[in-house]
């Protein structure tokens, strides 16, 4: 303040005046719930003031600044903003549902990713390999029914079909995305295993091991046969 006198001091949301403190008034401090906040109170000493407030149920973010002025013949004029970001975060890293275990080349895949309720609702990303998947129009993310605080879960669908080329493993993952300042991101990881179209993982993959038994099983008399027949032709 140097040699100044006070003339008041005030605190904003964005644009609109939640706090007022004028020492030459009575009372000296006034409080404005405006923009749905809650201000539950405020007080000045000599040196400060502070405010106290309940920010709406609602994600986003908004500037809060400090105005500080002087009486004349100067009146100065100091003012700080500060930005904060109302979030709710999610209480578990996002769930992924439908992945098998084996899959082949060129089979498709149908997996779900959900995300635990939170405000805002978050974005999904889908990853293979750590390259980020594009998905078409009706697999973008989808929200629930908000609950009575507000949150909402969200989830998204990612259809796969594995290349023909593929071979071991995929390592799938699913990104949750609360988009705010900073970001907030949680992740989980599922991997499947490819294996090649061979004979055997024909027989496995269409349930057909009793067949594939009962082939063993054949050879093996037709070689024991031959080997008895044999043993016979030589004894004569």
């Known amino acids: 303040m140097d040699d100044q006198r006070l003339h008041s001091v005030k ?3 964005d644009m609109y005046e939640i706090f007022r403190y004028n020492p030459s008034q009575t009372p000296p401090i006034r409080l404005f719930n405006v923009s749905g ?4 109170g405020g007080e000045c000493l000599a040196a400060s003031c502070a405010v106290r407030i ?3 149920p609602l994600a986003g973010r908004a500037a809060y600044s400090c105005e500080v002025s002087t009486e004349g013949p100067k009146f100065k004029i100091a003012r700080q903003t500060k930005h904060m970001t109302v979030v709710a975060m999610p209480e578990k890293d996002p769930e992924i ?3 098998p275990k084996l899959v082949s ?3 498709q895949v149908v ?4 995300s635990a309720p939170s405000l805002p609702p978050a974005e999904i990303n889908w990853y293979v390999d750590e390259e980020q998947q594009k998905t078409e129009q009706w697999q973008n993310t989808e929200l629930s029914e908000p609950t009575s605080t507000g949150l909402q879960s969200s989830w998204r669908v990612l259809k796969l079909v594995v290349p023909t080329t593929a071979s071991g493993i995929l390592r799938v993952r699913c990104e949750s995305l609360l988009v705010v300042e900073p970001p907030v991101v949680r992740d989980t990881i599922t991997t499947i295993t490819v294996h090649a179209r061979t004979q055997l993982s024909k027989y496995v993959s269409n349930g057909g091991n009793q067949q594939y038994l009962q082939e063993i099983i054949f050879n093996l008399y037709v070689f024991w046969t031959f080997k008895v027949t044999l043993k016979f032709l030589l004894n004569l």
């Open 11 to 13: 605190f904003y949301r």
């Open 37 to 40: 906040v809650a201000v539950q």
């Open 54 to 56: 309940m920010p709406p």
């Open 97 to 99: 549902t439908g992945a």
């Open 105 to 107: 080349p060129g089979e």
């Open 111 to 114: 997996l779900n990713c959900t």
